[in-house]
């Protein structure tokens, strides 16, 4: 007789599922009784996010609690959070902006103890996921900085800025369980995939302190329009790239004033 783990991996497989074993073993981890296994099985067998499915993903070597709905952390994302972590100080104040799960300013925050972190999302579920990973204090509800406290203006050290960055055409090419399990205004960036990172930069020189850095994930494919528009404002580009991670990232540096 097939044991309740082999019967999900089997379930799994049939999904389509590539990693049928390690799920199974996290959706089994997850599930304090059989009726409760059913329903996770089979939400993930309908193609929704292992990562929402069983409520966190580890990223960055931290525990990020999910919420159905919510943009999972990529791997690929760690980039951002070394180049953040390089350009901060334990007195620093660190913005997540578009913060999603709030995963990036917490791998951050765990790197660079003693640092003051804000983070903020127009979508309340993902504010409200956020608050249940670095606590409700300083995280905010709004669009861009318009959510940030007044008094931060002219004083974040480092603004990482993860904004969507997927062109609108192609989004119904994207895996179907970011495509109809995440917030599309998490994934599409407009024409070019840009149209967010410019919003940000338009107001990004007058939050940033001297010497501040904001930082962004792209493609390879958008570096040369990226570096465009960080020079069409008064910040430095720089471009860097983690072969092993596939990840692209352009930051853009306020002079000292």
């Given at each position: 007789?097939?044991?309740?783990?082999?019967?999900?991996?089997?379930?799994?497989?049939?999904?389509?599922?590539?990693?049928?074993?390690?799920?199974?073993?996290?959706?089994?981890?997850?599930?304090?009784?059989?009726?409760?296994?059913?329903?996770?099985?089979?939400?993930?067998?309908?193609?929704?996010?292992?990562?929402?499915?069983?409520?966190?993903?580890?990223?960055?070597?931290?525990?990020?609690?999910?919420?159905?709905?919510?943009?999972?952390?990529?791997?690929?994302?760690?980039?951002?959070?070394?180049?953040?972590?390089?350009?901060?100080?334990?007195?620093?104040?660190?913005?997540?902006?578009?913060?999603?799960?709030?995963?990036?300013?917490?791998?951050?925050?765990?790197?660079?103890p003693g640092m003051a972190l804000y983070a903020a999302d127009s979508d309340p579920t993902a504010v409200a996921c956020a608050?249940?990973?670095?606590?409700?204090?300083?995280?905010?509800?709004?669009?861009?900085?318009?959510?940030?406290?007044?008094?931060l203006k002219g004083g974040v050290n480092v603004l990482i800025a993860n904004?969507?960055?997927?062109?609108?055409?192609?989004?119904?090419?994207?895996?179907?369980?970011?495509?109809?399990?995440?917030?599309?205004?998490?994934?599409?960036?407009?024409?070019?995939?840009?149209?967010?990172?410019?919003?940000?930069?338009?107001?990004?020189?007058?939050?940033?302190?001297?010497?501040?850095?904001?930082?962004?994930?792209?493609?390879?494919?958008?570096?040369?329009?990226?570096?465009?528009?960080?020079?069409?404002?008064?910040?430095?580009?720089?471009?860097?790239?983690?072969?092993?991670?596939?990840?692209?990232?352009?930051?853009?540096?306020?002079?000292?004033?």
């Amino acid at each position: 007789m097939e044991s309740v783990l082999e019967q999900v991996i089997l379930r799994l497989r049939s999904a389509g599922c590539v990693f049928a074993e390690e799920e199974a073993a996290m959706l089994t981890g997850a599930a304090p009784t059989p009726e409760k296994l059913e329903e996770l099985v089979g939400r993930r067998a309908q193609g929704e996010p292992l990562e929402q499915v069983v409520g966190y993903a580890i990223f960055c070597g931290e525990k990020i609690h999910l919420r159905p709905g919510v943009f999972v952390p990529r791997v690929r994302s760690e980039l951002l959070v070394r180049i953040a972590a390089e350009n901060a100080t334990k007195n620093a104040v660190v913005v997540d902006l578009c913060c999603g799960s709030g995963a990036l300013g917490k791998a951050v925050l765990q790197r660079v103890p003693g640092m003051a972190l804000y983070a903020a999302d127009s979508d309340p579920t993902a504010v409200a996921c956020a608050k249940d990973n670095i606590g409700p204090e300083n995280v905010f509800q709004g669009d861009l900085f318009a959510a940030l406290p007044a008094h931060l203006k002219g004083g974040v050290n480092v603004l990482i800025a993860n904004v969507p960055y997927v062109a609108t055409r192609h989004i119904p090419f994207l895996p179907a369980e970011a495509r109809d399990h995440e917030p599309r205004e998490a994934l599409d960036g407009g024409d070019d995939g840009l149209d967010v990172f410019r919003a940000v930069l338009k107001e990004a020189g007058t939050w940033l302190a001297p010497g501040g850095i904001l930082l962004s994930e792209i493609t390879e494919a958008q570096i040369n329009t990226a570096t465009d528009v960080v020079r069409a404002t008064a910040l430095h580009p720089a471009i860097h790239i983690d072969e092993d991670l596939e990840a692209t990232v352009v930051t853009a540096t306020a002079l000292n004033r």
